[in-house]
């Protein structure tokens, strides 16, 4: 018998006939003598819709009448999903994210949580009841409805999982867990049995996106075990966990994400001298634009290029900018470059093993494949290539690094 | 400068422009220095929505989880209505029923209010803000939340007004306010300024349904002044008042009240004993029917005619369990009639003025209505005719007690 967290999302019960058959899925865990709290989005559109009311009224609603306008859709969820609960006869009681105490911050929209007393859902799981609690909501010091941002169902499911002290955190989504790659691009990528929150972290902000970072993080802080799987499919799913406590696989890589929407530009010929790239980036994230990859490169004759990542509908903006800064930066020209993309190879395992950078660059370079920039933390390795490569790259790297499903496919597709 | 507390129900805030046509009324009041307090209930439509979604999942849903998904349609209300007031430069805090602490049983759907704790309320509106509450809702002693039944809005607005000694209660809908009769009927029916909480309970109680019977009982205990009035035109609407408050009007008679969906029951030849009257009615009230008016009529053979009108969807019903009754309550006869209606006059200035009887039941033999029913009491007088008479009787005794205009019609219509 273990205590379990569940999270379901808004496809997962966007339909009376979805929330039913998380109703079965629930059940099963009951009959197993699991004691069950699930996490509940709205269903899916429904955010959309009251959204969309609210613009009607105004441009920028009021973000503290934006909570409560938007934390009614999970709870219309908590309350069906009790009915389709209690109608197969396993007693069921939902409580919304003001009822459990989840309390938080007063950042109306963005909410953070601060503290979750478990008591009253303790004492409603010894009651042998299934308790279904709103995601996405708390309240401040002062009562007022927060919500904590979207996707944030996945970040109150592992807090609550935290409060309680839970044996698991399950986060089910229509994916079947996290993969070595993108299946849509890499046909032969893996599901991946466990991963480390670190390797989770490194994929999901570089763009393989499952979870909620937030979420992620906070599981990471509270050592919560998360699971991410299916609603759909049967499946053991992604187990994310500390790294300590995972059995280290073979592989040294966990995995492959790719950036699709960056532009790269490149300030060249500015002066090799103390704070110059302050002096480019500054103004840049001052504006607002976030400033992924970055690198320098100083040349023998004491210029420097400096060659940075944004967001590409951020690119002009922050080329107007540079472009307004180039005299004043002594620079010799301001280039942008919107037809690149990044990949990153993860894996916690690259701590301990050496060659790996290089082993990713043959990889590339057998392909004929050109990197613009390459930028490496502990347990990754970026480069930005040329956009037409992305595919092309990402398959290299996945076979170079044998990511791929070890099982031979029985069918001949 | 007052306070007013101010309901508005589901059509009234059916629309975004209905909701921003609201917004512009209560931003009049506080022109004028007034502190307003608005009572909302869901947007028309939305609570059919909502029931219709937990019917699909079950055909009795748990009350509690019921109360849950129904009390999300005044949240979003809320909401909107107070994005609607700050686009316009007007402060508006949102509370639902558990945020403003109204307490009340927990017998769900359909919770009876019991404290209502004034301090948030009175304290926000000292920051020169519009205070809207959600109607209809309430939390119990253990924070779950309840609603009071359909069309609760009504008793959540009087008693708050109650509880902040509001200087009046208006109740916004979509009638101008409490004709002398239902003016599809009789086309010279007058607004009534003025009514007491008597007469508007036996109005409402016969079919001039304007207003909740429970606000009104509400209104009449705690001694709240409520105005009926429409949201869609101006006007002064009707005060319903303290008899002693009001300025006696000439007339003796409020209105005319009448009722289409009853049908007639006659257990006829029962012996004449003590308690045979609860035998015939008894057996029929223990099956959940409600009985209307009751009449007993001793033959001089010792045999007795008990009739008796229940609404007309239950009598077949009440007919069976006659019928089954009839040997042992030695009954010559069980017949039911369902082409009947009930008329009523209504004022409680029948209190001090004789004849009032006997000029109803002159201005129908006048137009030839047999009466089969008469029952009267302090304030009232009902009689039962046939159903294809109700226009002709309502018309003739809205004539016979000159309850119509007096100010001639303008126009030729």
């Known amino acids: 018998m273990a205590l379990i967290v569940q999270k379901y999302g808004g496809t997962s019960v966007g339909s009376i006939d979805r929330i039913e058959a998380v109703a079965e899925k629930i059940a099963g865990f009951r009959d ?85 007393d478990g ?26 409805i927060t919500t904590l941002g979207r996707g944030g169902s996945d970040t109150s499911a592992v807090a609550l999982a935290a409060a309680l002290e839970a044996d698991e955190c399950q986060i089910y989504t229509d994916v079947k867990g996290v993969y070595t790659t993108d299946p849509r691009v890499v046909d032969s990528a893996r599901l991946l049995a466990t991963i480390t929150f670190e390797e989770m972290l490194e994929l999901a902000s570089l763009g393989a996106k499952v979870l909620q970072i ?25 187990l994310i966990s500390l790294e300590e406590e995972l059995v280290m696989e073979e592989a040294t890589i966990a995995g492959i994400a790719f950036e699709r929407d960056e532009a790269k530009l490149t300030v060249s010929g500015v002066p090799d001298v103390p704070g110059i790239a302050y002096k480019v980036i500054g103004p840049v994230s001052e504006a607002g634009i976030e400033v992924d990859v970055i690198v320098q490169n100083a040349a023998a004759d004491g210029s420097n290029d400096i060659t940075f990542t944004v967001k590409r509908r951020d690119s002009e903006q922050a080329r107007e900018i540079l472009e307004k800064l180039s005299a004043s930066l002594k620079a010799r020209d301001v280039s942008l470059d919107k037809k690149i993309c990044k990949v990153s190879l993860v894996g916690v395992g690259m ?15 057998d392909e004929n494949i050109n990197i613009d920039i390459i930028t490496t933390s502990e347990i990754k390795i970026s480069v930005v290539v040329g956009e037409k490569y992305l595919e092309l790259a990402v398959r290299a790297l996945h076979s170079a690094f044998e990511l791929g499903d070890p099982q031979p496919a029985i069918s001949g597709n």
């Open 32 to 116: 197993r003598g699991d004691e069950v709290v699930v996490v509940v989005s709205a269903m899916s559109g429904e955010t959309n819709r009251l959204t969309a009311l609210a613009m009607e009224v105004m441009d920028a609603p009021t973000p503290r009448e934006m909570d409560v306008l938007l934390s009614t859709g999970e709870q219309v969820t908590i309350a069906l999903l009790c009915m389709a609960l209690e109608k197969r006869g396993y007693g069921a009681r939902s409580f919304t994210g003001g009822q459990v105490r989840i309390l938080t911050d007063s950042a109306h929209t963005r909410a953070r949580i601060r503290e979750i």
């Open 351 to 365: 701590r301990s093993h050496a060659g790996i950078a290089a082993r990713m660059f043959k990889a590339l370079a």
């Open 214 to 238: 937030r979420a992620v993080e906070f599981a990471g802080k509270y050592r919560v075990p998360l699971r991410v799987l299916s609603s759909f499919e049967e499946g053991e799913g992604t």
């Open 119 to 144: 008591t009253r859902i303790h004492a409603q799981l010894e009651q042998g009841d299934v308790v279904v609690v709103a995601g996405f909501q708390g309240i401040d010091d002062w009562g007022n």
